[in-house]
Structures are given as structure tokens and as C-alpha cells.
């Protein structure tokens, strides 16, 4: 992919000035610059909701700014669509999918670029082994694997041939592992002069990877530094603007507890066309410890935290007990009278009904286990207030008042929230999805710190993360599900990343699954 | 010509307006655009088709006329629910509504007369072979245009680019816009195909199947190839199945009324809606199949954020 007469080193491939955009009161980019040199990966570095999508959904077309200019190789860049911008040169490849699940990869790919999708299937194959992405032109996407699918925008992204190419947190759905095979990838494409513009809120990416980073909060630039002689904290300090706490975690107790949340042999078959089953799944956590699983997202997490919550309930009695009681064929809210509490992934439709006030919400997971909330069916809203309150108060949720519906809240100051109403409840086993998920780094941290001490005090904690370093921070022992099974719970001082990246791409003794024996 | 053949004939008759109905809203949908006024588009598409045929004394204006009726109808829908993100639901209702109010008001100088019917295209010779003579000739322009319209459909699709371009918008418009593709044009084209086949179908029930303007003429029919459309999983073919099931089933029921027989009529009037649900319930059972062909963003408003 030669090309052509590449200008002076000096001059920046692409350059964007002063580039302003406000949705109704909240300025989402304040007069953000940058420039990028041919053949570097340039950071865009910053915390949830600091404008780094927005200003690259603005270099690619897809939003048009209030002011400022974009221009490349030194001419003028006026895009309006996705489409211009790749006549342009410059590719994108999306955080959240924009892929077409019923179809395939080549339809996929001809949707963007135009011409038939057979026509493509020869030059996908041949673009996804020059750059070390085998893909199979013909396969369904619904039926891809996570990081397959990103390497279907990848490639989708290569076959425009684009000299500046934009990746948006590429890495958060990929085994350690096969995010060094991006960055092998990423190397190669900048030593093809092109540029790359690398958005992430990792620390470790930025240095391990990128030339230059620029660093975004509420939506200005506060610095532009070389990665390579910034230390993690540092850039963290540009980053939240404060130094973040680092999680302290007691030792655990020497004897550790009773199994409060046992799991035997736990076996569901996949709930639609594009749900995982799951094999054999056992557990145990006992009281004063934190469990976590790691996992690639779509791996059956989602499956086994509905089967622990009892929104699907077990086949058969004995395969789930909460502190002691057989809760394997009981719902959630006998689950919840047993001492359990349940924190889903999605905040907004799962955890919390979006147009509900905050007590509202707090009714949704409590009107059949707290009398003093509901008595007789009649609801007492003055104490649902109080105790609303009292959530916002102990668990720092900013912009919030009892009576606010739950979709008023940010990300992050939501899932304050919803921690903190299964807190609230001092629960002896807690079971929490991703609990961390989109929450800037300070109220991370804070969260962290909460689910040790919950710990600590004695719950039994069950942390479900595709976040390898929180696991490595908060976790006492460690389990990976991968395409439904759960390898052996290891402790955290016999195992490191790699270990745990080789047991998430599938790396484990498989006794369950098809194909693996009996 | 055989009693099967006549039965045949009527069921062909019975079939032909909700496929064409159902066709039309099969794509409005396959684009992610749910219109519940095919009722209303039915019905202005049969008094525009009459009252055209009848001043102008030719039934191919009347069926260009009940054509472009649906047209004009849908593109009042298309206007609220794609440029002004109205909902789509109460949109569609309220478009049915006024179908069914403006055919009243404008058809009341129509109702009784005796109307203009679409010419039979005879062919000398094969129209009076047996058996198939009767099936396959012999039928006005629109049974024809119906199943031409049905592969039509099926190949644009399955088997062009532009086909593939309105399944991706009905899939994943912010996707489909993030890619580029034009959401609102493409939605715009697929309501407008979807008011022009349902006043298509209009025009069949004014001009040949009873060829005359009774208020209502329509008696539901916009609703049964709503369903259609659903239980068919939005796929071509099995919409076309559905539409014939469902005539024959309705024939049949008016012979065994005819005939007597002992069971309650309200009962046979009502066997094939029974029978069409219960056949398209069970082919839609299969949720890999419904699930891979649903177009995803059906009925949510499309608001780029610009």
C-alpha cells in the first residue's frame, strides 16, 4: 500500500485547531488541537465523558463541530459524512460495534466501502493476512467472537486504504494477548506512514505503544507529553486532575468463612441464537474473600450472573445455595431474602428503569425484603426517601436527589448509586457484573475500596470484570470463563496476567464443552 | 371449467390484495420503519382508483390513481415519523384513521355505482386449456403484478447492494449512519413503496375484486397483511404462503356457510384469521430464523445526533 510522495517529516499528517462542540448546556470539545505526525501513534487519553469520542467522531465526519478547523497534509479537511471522510483518507475503527449482525463479513464490509460483497472476499482475505487478522469473509458476524469482530472493522477500516486511521478503546474487549497482536498490527501501519490516532483511558497501552498522547479533561486539553518519559501515576494525575487512591486491602483472614455462595455444576443452554451456554460452572466464595471472573466479554458472563441473580433460574435442585439455603429453583427476590444482593451490568435498563426516580429504583430491589419500605403492599415513600438519601450521601452520588429519575445521572455517578443500594443492604453475599464499567477513575477506585471492605467485613463478593487490573487489585482468588466453562478459582499470589490472558483466550482444561472429551 | 378451478379463481382473488399490501409493508419494515396504516393507504387507494376509473372512464388511470394515493398518504407518515421523529405506533394509527375518514367523505357521491373492472389478459388458446388454462391465464394485470412485485422484492433484497443497504438501516441505523449510509433517504423511499403497493392493493378490491366503492370496502384487510408480515419474518416468500393460506382458508369458509353446514357462522368467519395465525405461529417458531431476519431498529425513531 505505497503512497505516493509522502510530504516533509515536518509537516503533520493531520491537524485539528480549536475545535469547539456543545450538546445543550454541556461543552463536549473547548477548543481542542492536536497535531499528528506520518508514522506516529498519537494518545488521545482521558476519562469517560472527556470528549475523546466526540472529537473523533468530529475528525471522522460523523458529528460536525460548533468552530475550529481539521485539515490534512496541510490542506483544509471539510467532511460532513463517514463516507467523505474515508474518500478523504481517514478510517475509523468504532469502540461500540457499527456492525451488521445478521449478515456477513463481506456484506459487512461492502456496505461501507460500495461494490458487491463477492467481489470483496478475495481482497479481505488477502488485507487480513497482510496484516496478521485471518477472517473469514463468508462467516455470519452474529456468530464472531468479540475480538473477531473488531478485526472485521479493522480490516474494514484497511480496505479504504486510509492514511490517518482512528481506533477507539480498541483494546477493552481483548485478551491481553490479542491486544499484543493489535499493537503488532498498529506498529506495522505506522511504519507505513500512516498515522494513528489511539484513544484509551489505559495507562499501560499509552506507554507500552504511542508516540504522543494528548490529554483530554472535560473536554480541553490539559497536556501534550511523550508517553514514553511520563510514569502511569503521572499521567493518571493529567488525567483526573487529582492522584487516585490506590485500593487497601486488609489480608485476608487466615481461616477464611463458610461458603456463603456455593455453585455446583451449574449447566443452562444458551438462551437465543446469540446467548452462550453454560457448562459445569462451579464455585464456591466464602465469607471475607473477593472472587473475581475474568473473561473476554461475551464468554457467558452475562448468562452466569442471570443464573446467580435467579432472573433464569437452575434445572435442577442443589446447584445454587445462598448462606446455606437451596435457592437453585427460587427467584430473585427469595435470592435476595437469603442475604444476597445482585448488581447487573447495564446500569441504565438493568440495574435502574431509566424514567424511575432514584427511590423508585430503590423500591425495584427491595419491596420484597424490606418491611420497613413496603408493608402490606402500601409503600411508605417517606422512608424510601430517607434511605435514597442516605445512599447518596455514604456513597458520594454527585447531581442527585431522591425524587431525580435515574436517567438524569451520569455514567458513573449511576453506578455510585446502584453500588450503593445493594450495599446499603449490608448484604452476606454480593454478586456484581462489571462494576466499574465506563466510572472515571477516582469513583473506580472508591468503588473498589468498598467491595474489599464489604469483603473484609465477611460478605462473600463475586466480582464478574473483564478488567484485569481491577481483578489484580481487588480479587483474593481467580476464576476465567471462557465459552461457558469456569477454570479452576486460582489465588491471586500463584497466578500473574499472563496466565490468566492464556486461561481467557480458551487456555484451560475443558471437561464440558462440545468437543472436548468427556 | 371445474368447481376446483372456481375455488381456485376466488382464492387467487381473495389473496392477491394482501400480498400486494403485505409486500409493500414487508419492505417499509425490512428498513426499520413500522407503518400501521396500511388500512387507511388500502382504503384511499380504492376510492381514488374508482372515482379516477369513473370520470375518466379508464381503470388503468384508476390503478395509477389509487397507486399514488397510498403514495400521498404515506408520505404525510413519512414525514412525521422520519423528518419529525414522531412515534411510529400512534403515527400509523392516526394515518389509518384518516384513510378510512377522507374514503368516506370523498367516495360518498361513488357509493352503488356500477364501476369500471381491469381488463382479463386472455391469451387465444392456452386460457381454455384444462385445469392450468384457467389458474395460470386469464387474470387481470395486478395478480400478475403481485407475484412479479413478490420475486421482485425478494431478489432486490437478497441480491442487490441497495437491498442490502435498506436491511442494514433496518438492522442498525446508527451503525448504518456511522457508515455513511443515508438512514432517513433510504427509510423515505421504503414508506413510499410501501403506501404505493398498498394503494395498489386498494385499487384491486374498487377495480376487480368487487369493482365498486363501498365505505370500508377494505373490512381489514390492511391489518390481516400487517400480521402477515410479521408471522412471514419479513421474508418474501412466506409472505406470498401466508396471503394464500389465508384466501383459501376465507373461501372455504364461505362455501361451508353456503353449504350449511353446522357450525356457527361467526366461527367460520373467523377460521382464517385462526388458521393464518396459527400456521405463521408455528413457522415463526424457529427464533434462530425470526431472530437473524427482524429488523432490529423496527419502529425506534432515527434522531442523528448532529
Known amino acids: ?518 | 371449467m371445474g368447481a376446483f378451478e372456481a375455488f381456485m379463481l376466488t382464492v387467487i382473488a381473495a389473496a392477491t390484495p394482501l400480498l400486494l399490501a403485505a409486500v409493500g409493508e414487508l419492505v417499509t419494515e425490512r428498513s426499520g420503519v413500522l407503518n400501521l396504516g396500511v388500512e387507511g393507504m388500502m382504503t384511499a387507494g380504492a376510492v381514488a382508483a374508482f372515482a379516477t376509473a369513473q370520470l375518466t372512464a379508464s381503470p388503468w388511470l384508476g390503478v395509477l390513481a389509487g397507486l399514488a394515493a397510498g403514495m400521498a398518504l404515506s408520505l404525510v407518515f413519512a414525514v412525521l415519523v422520519l423528518t419529525l421523529a414522531a412515534n411510529q405506533v400512534a403515527t400509523g394509527l392516526a394515518l389509518t384513521l384518516l384513510g378510512l375518514g377522507l374514503s368516506g367523505l370523498l367516495g360518498a357521491g361513488f357509493v352503488g355505482l356500477p364501476g369500471e373492472r381491469l381488463p382479463k389478459l386472455e391469451v387465444a388458446g392456452l386460457s381454455d386449456l384444462p385445469l392450468v388454462g384457467p389458474l395460470l391465464f386469464g387474470h387481470d394485470a395486478l395478480v400478475y403484478a403481485s407475484f412479479a412485485l413478490t420475486i421482485a422484492v425478494w431478489w432486490f433484497l437478497f441480491h442487490t447492494r441497495a437491498g442490502l443497504v435498506l436491511r442494514a438501516v433496518g438492522v442498525n441505523h446508527d451503525a448504518a449512519h456511522a457508515q455513511g449510509l443515508p438512514v432517513i433517504a433510504v427509510r423515505y423511499g421504503a414508506v413510499l413503496f410501501g403506501g404505493a403497493l398498498a394503494g395498489l392493493a386498494g385499487a384491486y378490491l374498487s377495480l376487480s375484486y368487487t369493482p365498486q366503492w363501498i365505505e370500508n370496502m377494505t373490512a381489514g384487510r390492511g391489518w390481516i397483511a400487517l400480521a402477515l408480515v410479521v408471522f412471514a419474518t419479513w421474508r418474501p416468500g412466506r409472505a406470498l404462503a401466508g396471503a394464500y393460506l389465508f384466501g383459501a382458508v376465507w373461501i372455504l369458509g364461505l362455501h361451508a356457510q353456503a353449504l350449511g353446514v353446522g357450525l356457527p357462522s361467526q366461527l367460520l368467519s373467523a377460521l382464517p384469521y385462526l388458521v393464518t395465525i396459527i400456521a405463521l405461529v408455528v413457522i415463526s417458531r424457529n427464533r434462530t430464523l425470526t431472530l437473524t431476519n427482524t429488523p432490529a431498529s423496527l419502529g425506534q425513531p432515527f434522531v442523528p445526533d448532529r
Open chain 1, 1 to 518: 500500500m505505497e503512497q505516493g510522495q509522502s510530504p516533509s517529516a515536518e509537516t503533520p499528517l493531520l491537524q485539528v485547531r480549536g475545535i469547539t462542540r456543545r450538546f445543550g448546556e454541556v461543552v463536549a470539545n473547548d477548543a481542542v488541537s492536536l497535531s499528528v505526525m506520518p508514522g506516529q501513534i498519537h494518545a488521545v487519553l482521558g476519562e469517560n465523558g472527556a470528549g475523546k469520542s466526540t472529537l473523533v467522531r468530529i475528525i471522522y465526519g460523523v458529528i460536525r463541530p460548533d468552530a475550529g478547523t481539521i485539515s490534512l497534509n496541510g490542506r483544509p479537511l471539510r467532511v460532513t459524512s463517514p463516507a467523505e471522510a474515508r474518500r478523504a483518507g481517514v478510517g475509523m475503527v468504532f469502540q461500540h460495534f457499527s456492525l451488521f449482525e445478521p449478515f456477513t463479513v463481506a456484506q459487512n464490509i461492502a456496505l461501507a466501502l460500495g461494490g458487491k460483497a463477492a467481489a470483496l472476499a478475495d481482497r479481505i482475505r488477502d488485507v487480513s493476512r497482510a496484516y496478521g487478522l485471518p477472517l473469514d469473509p463468508d462467516a455470519l458476524v452474529a456468530d464472531l467472537s468479540v475480538g473477531e469482530r473488531q478485526r472485521v472493522e479493522i480490516v474494514r477500516c484497511l480496505l479504504a486504504d486510509p492514511r490517518v486511521i482512528i481506533l477507539d478503546e480498541p483494546t477493552s474487549v481483548l485478551t491481553p494477548q490479542e491486544a499484543e497482536g493489535l499493537f503488532a498490527t498498529l506498529r506495522t501501519l505506522a511504519g507505513e506512514g500512516r498515522a494513528i490516532i489511539y484513544i484509551t483511558h489505559r495507562l499501560r497501552e499509552v506507554r507500552e505503544l504511542c508516540d504522543a498522547a494528548t490529554i483530554l479533561r472535560h473536554g480541553r486539553v490539559v497536556a501534550s507529553v511523550d508517553p514514553k518519559t511520563e510514569t502511569a501515576a503521572s499521567l493518571a494525575r493529567h488525567m483526573v486532575g487529582a492522584d487516585i487512591p490506590a485500593v487497601r486491602a486488609a489480608p485476608p483472614a487466615e481461616r477464611p468463612g463458610a461458603p456463603l455462595l456455593h455453585v455446583r455444576d451449574l449447566t443452562l443452554p444458551a438462551d437465543g441464537p446469540f446467548g452462550v451456554a453454560l457448562y459445569g460452572v462451579s464455585l464456591d466464595v466464602r465469607g471475607g474473600e473477593v472472587l473475581a471472573i475474568a473473561g473476554v466479554a461475551g464468554n457467558g458472563q452475562r448468562e452466569l450472573f442471570r443464573a446467580l441473580s435467579g432472573e433464569r433460574l437452575a434445572q435442577a435442585r442443589g446447584v445454587i445455595c445462598i448462606g446455606g439455603h437451596d435457592v437453585s429453583l427460587a427467584g430473585i427476590n427469595a435470592r435476595r431474602a437469603a442475604g444476597a444482593a445482585f448488581v447487573p451490568e447495564e446500569r441504565l435498563g438493568h440495574a435502574a428503569v431509566p424514567h424511575m426516580s432514584l427511590a423508585g429504583n430503590l423500591l425495584l430491589t427491595r419491596h420484597a425484603v424490606d418491611r420497613d419500605l413496603v408493608r402490606r403492599g402500601v409503600i411508605s415513600w417517606r422512608r424510601a426517601r430517607q434511605r435514597t438519601q442516605r445512599i447518596i450521601d455514604e456513597h458520594d452520588v454527585r447531581a442527585a436527589r431522591p425524587d431525580r429519575p435515574a436517567a438524569a445521572l451520569s455514567g458513573g455517578n449511576l453506578q455510585k448509586f446502584v453500588m450503593g443500594r445493594a450495599l446499603d443492604r449490608h448484604p452476606k453475599v454480593l454478586v456484581v457484573n462489571q462494576p466499574t464499567w465506563g466510572v472515571d477513575a477516582a469513583a473506580a477506585a472508591a468503588i473498589r475500596q468498598r467491595l474489599v471492605d464489604l469483603a473484609r467485613a465477611g460478605a462473600a463478593v463475586l466480582v464478574i470484570s473483564q478488567d484485569l487490573d481491577e481483578i489484580f487489585q481487588i480479587a483474593d482468588r481467580i476464576a476465567v470463563i471462557s465459552r461457558g466453562e469456569l477454570s479452576p478459582a486460582v489465588a491471586v499470589e500463584e497466578t500473574d496476567r499472563e496466565r490468566i490472558g492464556l486461561a481467557m483466550a480458551g487456555g484451560f482444561e475443558r471437561r464440558h464443552a462440545p468437543g472436548a472429551g468427556a
